[in-house]
């Protein structure tokens, strides 16, 4: 597509739930990454995909936390046993190099997380 | 780990002033970005810097890869109501970003 979509653009859910979140990166795009934002910070790297692999994971916070990223295009964001401090947005970029090249992130507009 | 310390954290300024922020790290950076973000959406990149030193405009906003490649600058002159937004610094190698510098026009 034109650009990175995300899905769904608002989730609510309730304390203990599981939430699957979506990026969509722009065709071509081999590198991926998440990020979370939370009210008034800057985004927060979570985990960094080149191609399938996950390159870097040492932004997810605790173990309820994955992503996958299967065919090396599409992104799911899990996070299980949902707790209220997971309330955030949550951001996903995509680039054409990786983390070793001179890449520039392109943002989806991301998926505000609330949880009750 | 690695952080971005940005200045200052609001700003509140006249349309047609000139604004400068900047961003410092205890961390070398190979590479400095600089992202706007406004409600709603995802950050948007305004200028990428790839070397010590380089200095780069793009329109009215001019940016400068610090010499230590331990900051960075943003300028924008003579601001104008659509530049209102949360502006963000981002270092390069895992792309960590700042907290962002609010920039508030006033009529």
């Known amino acids: 597509g034109a650009g990175v979509s995300q899905t769904p653009s608002n989730k609510v859910t309730e304390k203990g739930k599981y939430v699957e979140l979506r990026c969509d990166p722009i065709?071509?795009?081999?590198?991926l990454y998440w990020y979370r934002q939370s009210l008034g910070q800057g985004p927060e790297f979570l985990i960094y995909f080149q191609g399938t692999g996950a390159a870097d994971d040492s932004g997810l916070p605790n173990d309820r936390f994955f992503a996958v990223r299967p065919e090396g295009s599409v992104s799911t964001l899990k996070i299980q046993r949902t707790e209220r401090g997971d309330s955030a947005v949550y951001l996903c970029?995509?680039?054409?190099?990786?983390?070793?090249?001179?890449?520039?992130?392109?943002f989806g507009a991301g998926s505000r997380l609330t949880v009750l | 780990g690695q952080q971005l310390n940005q200045s200052p954290q609001s700003m509140f300024i006249q349309e047609g002033e000139d604004v400068s922020m900047n961003c410092t790290s205890s961390s070398i950076f190979n590479t400095w970005l600089w992202y706007k973000q406004e409600p709603g959406e995802g950050p948007v990149l305004l200028i990428a810097?790839?070397?010590?030193?380089e200095l780069t405009s793009n329109g009215r906003l001019t940016a400068q890869f610090g010499i230590t490649r331990k900051d960075s600058f943003l300028n924008i002159s003579a601001s104008i109501p659509s530049d209102v937004g949360i502006y963000f610094c981002?270092?390069?190698?895992?792309?960590?970003f700042g907290k962002g510098t609010r920039l508030h026009i006033l009529p």
């Open positions: 981002a270092g390069h190698d895992k792309i960590i």
């Open positions: 970029a995509s680039s054409l190099v990786g983390v070793s090249g001179a890449n520039v992130l392109t």
């Open positions: 810097l790839y070397k010590a030193g």
């Open positions: 065709s071509g795009h081999t590198a």
